[in-house]
């Protein structure tokens, strides 16, 4: 209309894809401060005490004369290596986020006159970034029966004796209460822990401005 207004509209799209800590030599092992074989500091493999093994922390000592650290798959029990028994979590986590953002927008104006212009704009955009995590560790106090068919005899032989608590409630603490045990483990069967952060946005302005004078002008906008 001879040059009086003018309108765009335009949108993007943009795609970034996942990328694991596995996927990267230099990020796939977890590392932590540390002493390496020549004494000095250094980085070293390292990773969680919560293993999908289950781990005791209760000091209980096996007849072999170690000290109950990690549950074999048979019931029985082991000390814990502290640098090979880690669990290496790196490898779950991502080293780069997925995400999917799509944005569309429009703006416009028209001169009614020379003392009035009618503008507007417009925007809508859509975010997509998931995330996720090693499987959740769990750590909790529990009290175990020393018989129990699920341990192995050096376990049981382990756990015998130890009573503190008189857990079945006859007013004596002995043989036929349970065991005090603090345990963790991980549980890697329920998956990874994920999540999706979805976030939409958006904007509409609608206005009018113009000059009054040579000195003052106006501007009156909804958004």
């Known amino acids: 209309?001879?040059?009086?207004?003018?309108?765009?509209?335009?949108?993007?799209?943009?795609?970034?894809?996942?990328?694991?800590?596995?996927?990267?030599?230099?990020?796939?092992?977890?590392?932590?401060?540390?002493?390496?074989?020549?004494?000095?500091?250094?980085?070293?493999?390292?990773?969680?005490?919560?293993?999908?093994?289950?781990?005791?922390?209760?000091?209980?000592?096996?007849?072999?004369?170690?000290?109950?650290?990690?549950?074999?798959?048979?019931?029985?029990?082991?000390?814990?290596?502290?640098?090979?028994?880690?669990?290496?979590?790196?490898?779950?986590?991502?080293?780069?986020?997925?995400?999917?953002?799509?944005?569309?927008?429009?703006?416009?104006?028209?001169?009614?006159?020379?003392?009035?212009t009618v503008y507007g704009e417009f925007a809508f955009s859509h975010n997509k970034v998931p995330t996720e995590l090693a499987p959740t560790p769990a750590f909790t106090s529990i009290y175990v029966n020393p018989e129990s068919a699920f341990f192995g005899e050096d376990v049981k032989e382990a756990l015998r004796g130890q009573q503190t608590t008189d857990t079945n409630g006859d007013g004596v603490v002995d043989d036929n209460d349970n065991v005090y045990m603090y345990i963790g483990r991980r549980m890697v069967e329920n998956g990874s822990r994920q999540q999706i952060d979805t976030r939409d946005g958006f904007r509409i302005l609608a206005g009018v401005r113009g000059d009054i004078n040579e000195n003052w002008y106006y501007d009156a906008y909804y958004s």
């Open 1 to 116: 209309d001879n040059g009086r207004g003018n309108a765009v509209i335009y949108a993007s799209y943009s795609k970034r894809d996942a990328l694991f800590q596995g996927d990267r030599k230099y990020s796939s092992l977890t590392k932590s401060e540390g002493t390496d074989a020549n004494g000095n500091n250094a980085l070293i493999n390292s990773g969680s005490s919560g293993v999908p093994g289950t781990r005791s922390f209760s000091g209980y000592e096996l007849p072999n004369g170690e000290t109950l650290g990690i549950f074999n798959q048979d019931g029985s029990g082991r000390a814990w290596d502290n640098v090979a028994d880690r669990f290496n979590y790196a490898p779950d986590n991502f080293l780069q986020l997925p995400q999917e953002r799509y944005l569309i927008a429009a703006m416009s104006h028209y001169d009614i006159n020379e003392k009035a």
